[in-house]
């Protein structure tokens, strides 16, 4: 029997049936906190997505903090230097679980021009789990916003991007 069998047939249109598990997931999607740290030029497309011309509060992420124990998504925008690599690493085990990383622009996915540099990271996912890439150098805001709306459908609807996943490997 389904959730939705036990609903009398005259509330029906005036009912909505779910699971706290679901609440939780629309909740938790729509009121995602980025925290403002920044490495390089890619952050200043970062910041312009904050600025008002992009209105990031409609996507549900216009809290930014300065404070990683307030925060549970942490945008690496810009390249990641070896030496920089333990500061950034406290900054994401201080961050409360459930907790995302977006690794913004090729610097960060893969290091960028720098990739063949001894100083930087190739790749942020070399040090800490990445759970969406954004190319580009720099990235546009939109394209930010892009990845955030990923990152929101991936945390309310994880079947989905289970399920692409799947069709990406088995093709
Ligand atoms: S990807 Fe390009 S714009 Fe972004 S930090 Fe690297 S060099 Fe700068």
């Known amino acids: 029997m389904e959730i939705v069998d036990i609903v009398p047939p005259v ?4 009912v909505i049936v779910t699971t706290v598990d679901s609440l939780f997931k629309w909740a938790h999607g729509n009121s995602i906190w980025p925290l403002s740290s920044g490495l390089a030029c890619c952050a ?8 008002a011309r992009f209105d990031l509060s409609r996507c549900g992420y216009a809290v930014f903090r300065p404070c990683p124990r307030q925060a549970d998504l942490l945008i ?4 990641l230097t070896w030496k920089m690599t333990p500061p950034l690493i406290r900054l994401y085990e201080e961050m409360p679980e459930p907790k995302y ?11 960028g021009p720098f ?3 001894y100083s930087v990271v190739p790749g942020i996912d070399k040090v800490m789990p990445v759970d969406v890439y954004i190319p580009g ?17 991936k945390i309310m609807h994880p079947e989905r991007v289970e399920a692409a996943g799947k069709q990406v490997a088995e093709g």
């Not at 990383?101 to 290091?111: D, H, N, Q």
Request: charged fraction near 20%; glycine fraction near 8%; include cysteine.
């Open 76 to 79: 690496v925008a810009g390249t």
């Open 115 to 117: 990739a063949d540099s």
């Open 101 to 111: 990383v977006i690794a913004m622009g090729s610097c960060a996915i893969a290091g």
């Open 137 to 153: 150098c720099p990235p546009r805001p939109e394209a930010l916003i892009e990845g955030m709306l990923k990152l929101k459908e």
């Open 11 to 14: 509330l029906k249109d005036n």
């Open 44 to 51: 200043i497309e970062m910041m312009s997505t904050a600025a």
